[in-house]
């Protein structure tokens, strides 16, 4: 229960993968919601406040680093933002310099992920 | 005529002897005497008339003194006769007349006063003694014969004369007419000779060529309308001058040069010189030619000059393209029938064959098999027909090897004939379709490197979830059951998860086109650990033993793609290398020194002949069966080892086949300035 009082927002249009994390951060105590893609979790994030967002970056209707930078604009205390990503997306370096605070590169291993967002949580 | 005058005075004497001295007698003697030679003297000093004048008086005088003695000494009478004689004799044909008349008057004077004196006297004529009247009578009458005599004889000279004269009159008018008819024919001949010369001078103004003529002290002394055009000179200010008074000097030196050599050795002499002319300096071919007397001697040296400045800079074109080509491209040329005819220097080099081998032959000796009957007969259709064929044919040289040409095959008019040829341009296309098929193969890895990156992201994501699911798993049996047995398969799930991950990024790394990447640094185990895993299976199923020994900890500046390319290269020639061998392994060693790191991939085989060694790492050379490999692998690694610092080399100090990869090692300096590796 690492993960406990979080709100989390998972934006991955794999439905499986999605379940899987929100799950699993259900599992450690979080609350967790999910998008599909980068537009409706924009729109989200507009209407509830969430602690951490945790997105992939390539999906159909609303990529994830839109996703991230209308966020950081739009957002004076925007939620801490987590990338999942695949080989042909940015480097770590770059994710970072839009305003990410973790890059996570498929397959990756949950419990790790898990451990960061703790991690994260206990700097705030 | 002197004879004459002796004669006569010689019958003087004698008369004087015979007859007695007489007083008439005597005076008419010493008066003929003295008369004679002055007339003779005035006939000598060209005084015909005076002489003339002299003579008919004393022949008159003697006349009429004889006459009027007639009825007396009858005697007297024989001494006029010589001297009539005489006289006669002193005159010319045509002065007969005057004496005869002169003498007949001057007889009948006498005759008449003699018979005027005889009346007086009255003494009849026939009345005297008739012997001496008679004798008179016979006298004068033989006088008057004479006289008749003469002038008849003068009569017929004169006709003859004038007959002669009518002769010489008639020669001399046929004469005159043969004279008038050479004359005319002169005249005719003259103005033959002058048509004849307008008609030559129409022919060689109509030339366009340059005509001349000179003498053999240099002075033009003909020419035509070219001349004076092409150097703007009329015709009168040409002729006359000379060479040096209408030309450069340079120019004098050449042309009279070569007709000197025209004047001395009688022959003629050709040569193509640059005329400075009116409209600008033109090639011009010159030729000199002599002109000759009946006796063989040169007397003028004749030019004809003609403008080749457009041959000659055509044929200078000509040949520059045609030099331009022979050196560009491969010509051949071939009759009608296909047998060749023309190969240039290009074509034996390429094909292997000699000149000699070639020609005769048709392209059937190039066949390289490639290409199918209907190839060529297409290929023959389109060229019968008179169209230009252009494509490209794998040819075959000598030794059997083979090459492509980009190939342009046209039919042409053989010169001099009707007959159709054709003439083909081929260039040598060899390397580029080699590029071509390297571009193909690049790309269709590219498309497969493009293919390779979309499934890996297709495969990452359900990985992920198979991983998330193994780790929810455990944490379930962790917290609620006590299951540890089945944490085991749990765990082998991911680390197989973690395998896949592996192939997937060698297969994206291997397969991307890394030219442009950045240099990173990067865990040289990594790489070649992900690259093993593309070909473990592979080496396992065909019983090859993998041997590692990837344990140095290295990081290199390198571009990782090209490194794994490079490894999978030495690693999948070892492969087929061994795939017939009874042993199989390959081994795959890292070695460090302070200044670079080794990369070895070693195979079971018996190394490499020395011949192969040489050529191996050559683009295109392969040892392996044409379609299996494009013989580049080794090129390119090489190019990838020399683009990163680094080299690859074969070591033929091994007794098995190994190829090295080195690299330089990655280095910092540390606040001391000194280099150290990482």
Request: glycine fraction near 6%; include cysteine.
């Amino acid at each position: 229960m690492s993960l406990t009082g979080l709100k989390i927002l998972v934006v991955e249009d794999d439905p499986d993968l999605r379940d899987l994390l929100a799950n699993f951060f259900v599992l450690e105590g979080a609350i967790a919601r999910q998008a599909q893609n980068g537009q409706i979790a924009f729109e989200m994030i507009g209407q509830e406040p969430f602690d951490f967002i945790v997105t992939d970056v390539r999906m159909p209707g609303g990529d994830g680093i839109t996703l991230i930078k209308q966020t950081m604009a739009s957002f004076p205390s925007p939620p801490k933002i987590f990338v999942c990503s695949g080989f042909n997306d940015l480097t770590k370096a770059q994710f970072l310099a839009l305003g990410a605070v973790d890059v996570f590169v498929k397959p990756f291993s949950v419990e790790s992920l898990v451990g960061t967002l703790a991690r994260a949580m206990t700097k705030k | 005529m002197h004879l004459v005058i002796v004669v006569a005075i010689c019958a003087y004497v004698f008369m004087f002897c015979w007859v007695g001295l007489n007083s008439a007698a005597v005076y008419l003697t010493v008066v003929t005497l003295i008369a004679n030679p002055i007339v003779i003297l005035l006939k000598r000093a060209q005084k015909p008339k005076a002489s003339r004048l002299l003579l008919v008086m004393i022949c008159n005088i003697d006349l009429f003194v004889c006459s009027s003695f007639l009825g007396h000494e009858g005697n007297l009478h024989f001494y006029c006769l010589p001297f009539l004689a005489l006289s006669l004799l002193l005159f010319k044909p045509d002065e007969f007349r005057w004496s005869i008349l002169s003498a007949a008057l001057t007889s009948a004077t006498g005759i008449l006063v003699s018979a005027k004196w005889q009346a007086a006297v009255n003494v009849s004529l026939l009345s005297q003694s008739g012997f001496i009247t008679r004798f008179a009578l016979l006298n004068f009458i033989g006088a008057f014969l004479m006289s008749a005599t003469f002038l008849f004889m003068f009569l017929i000279k004169i006709r003859r004369h004038e007959s002669v004269i009518e002769d010489l009159l008639s020669r001399a008018a046929s004469k005159i007419d043969l004279l008038r008819e050479a004359n005319q024919k002169i005249e005719s001949a003259h103005l033959a000779l002058v048509e004849q010369k307008d008609f030559l001078q129409t022919i060689i103004d109509a030339s366009p060529s340059i005509f001349f003529v000179r003498n053999s002290a240099g002075v033009y002394t003909h020419c035509n309308l070219a001349f004076e055009k092409a150097f703007n000179i009329s015709r009168a200010k040409l002729i006359g001058s000379s060479p040096q008074d209408l030309f450069a000097a340079r120019d004098v030196d050449l042309l009279t040069k070569e007709s000197r050599f025209v004047f001395e050795t009688g022959s003629s002499k050709n040569l193509e010189y640059l005329l400075p002319t009116a409209q600008g300096p033109l090639w011009y071919f010159l030729s000199y030619f002599p002109i000759k007397d009946s006796s063989g001697e040169v007397t003028a040296v004749g030019g004809i000059i003609s403008n080749i400045h457009q041959e000659k800079i055509l044929r200078s074109h000509h040949e520059s393209l045609f030099l331009a080509l022979e050196d560009s491209a491969i010509v051949a040329m071939t009759d009608s029938r296909g047998k060749i005819t023309f190969a240039n220097k290009k074509f034996v080099e390429i094909s292997g064959f000699e000149e000699h081998e070639l020609l005769g032959q048709d392209h059937r000796i190039l066949n390289s098999g490639f290409h199918s009957k209907e190839f060529f007969s297409d290929l023959w259709r389109t060229i019968a027909a008179t169209n230009t064929w252009s494509g490209e044919i794998q040819n075959r040289r000598k030794d059997g090897s083979t090459y492509w040409v980009h190939t342009t095959i046209a039919p042409i008019k053989l010169p001099g004939t009707e007959e159709v040829g054709y003439v083909s341009i081929r260039f040598d296309i060899t390397k580029q379709k080699e590029a071509q098929r390297t571009l193909l193969h690049s790309s269709k890895m590219a498309s497969l490197g493009e293919m390779a990156g979309g499934i890996a992201h297709e495969i990452n994501t359900p990985l992920a979830i198979i991983v998330g699911h193994a780790e929810m798993a455990k944490m379930r049996l962790k917290n609620d059951c006590h299951r540890d047995d089945l944490l085991v398969p749990l765990k082998k799930i991911e680390t197989t998860v973690d395998r896949i991950a592996k192939i997937v990024t060698g297969l994206r790394t291997f397969s991307r086109n890394a030219d442009e990447d950045p240099m990173v640094e990067a865990d040289l185990r990594e790489i070649l650990e992900s690259t093993l895993e593309l070909c473990s299976e592979k080496f396992k199923n065909s019983g090859v033993t993998l041997n590692q020994n990837l344990e140095c900890d290295i990081k290199v500046l390198c571009r990782p793609a090209q490194i794994s390319q490079v490894a999978m290269n030495l690693l999948n020639n070892a492969f087929d290398a061994i795939s017939g061998r009874d042993e199989k392994w390959i081994d795959i060693s890292v070695f460090k020194n302070d200044q670079d790191v080794a990369i070895s991939v070693t195979d079971s085989g018996q190394g490499i002949d020395s011949k192969t060694v040489s050529k191996m790492m050559e683009p295109f050379f392969t040892t392996k069966e044409p379609g299996s490999g494009t013989g580049l692998g080794l090129s390119i690694a090489s190019g990838i080892a020399k683009s990163h610092g680094g080299n690859l080399t074969y070591d033929s100090k091994c007794p098995n086949t190994r190829f090295t990869l080195e690299l330089p090692v990655c280095h910092f300096r540390d606040d001391a300035g000194k280099k150290i590796a990482l």
